[in-house]
Nanobody, 124 residues
Framework: QVQLVESGGGLVQAGGSLRLTCVASGRTSSINVIGWFRRAPGKEREFVAG????????YYADSVKGRFTISRDNAKNTVFLQMNSLKPEDTAVYFCATHRRSYLSSRPDEFDYWGQGTQVTVSS
């Protein structure tokens, strides 16, 4: 099993920045991709960004391209999500999740382990 713990959420004004952190523990050798997802009130969970654990290939949802950056520190089993130019519509609970498949995925049902989430609130 893999355990994931997110941190770094908070309240920020529109245009501001936050950096989210996801620390993985347990059977990290099984991880191929770590992704960030979010769930806004009344909405479905949606993909935000993903990164391959070994090669560092990144991919993003169109809604965050150019504003968010995902990165990793393998030595610390940690993935970061740098969020700049935040908008009120970015308000959501943000989750990190892992999957062990050999392809990039943005489908929540293809991710195996999930963290508890961290709240991000962007005020206008």
């Amino acid at each position: 099993q893999v355990q994931l713990v997110e941190s770094g959420g908070g309240l920020v004004q529109a245009g501001g920045s936050l950096r989210l952190t996801c620390v993985a523990s347990g059977r990290t050798s099984s991880i191929n991709v770590i992704g960030w997802f979010r769930r806004a009130p009344g909405k479905e969970r949606e993909f935000v960004a993903g990164i391959t654990w070994n090669g560092g290939t990144t991919y993003y949802a169109d809604s965050v391209k150019g504003r968010f950056t995902i990165s990793r520190d393998n030595a610390k089993n940690t993935v970061f999500l740098q969020m700049n130019s935040l908008k009120p519509e970015d308000t959501a609970v943000y989750f990190c999740a892992t999957h062990r498949r050999s392809y990039l995925s943005s489908r929540p049902d293809e991710f195996d382990y999930w963290g508890q989430g961290t709240q991000v609130t962007v005020s206008s």
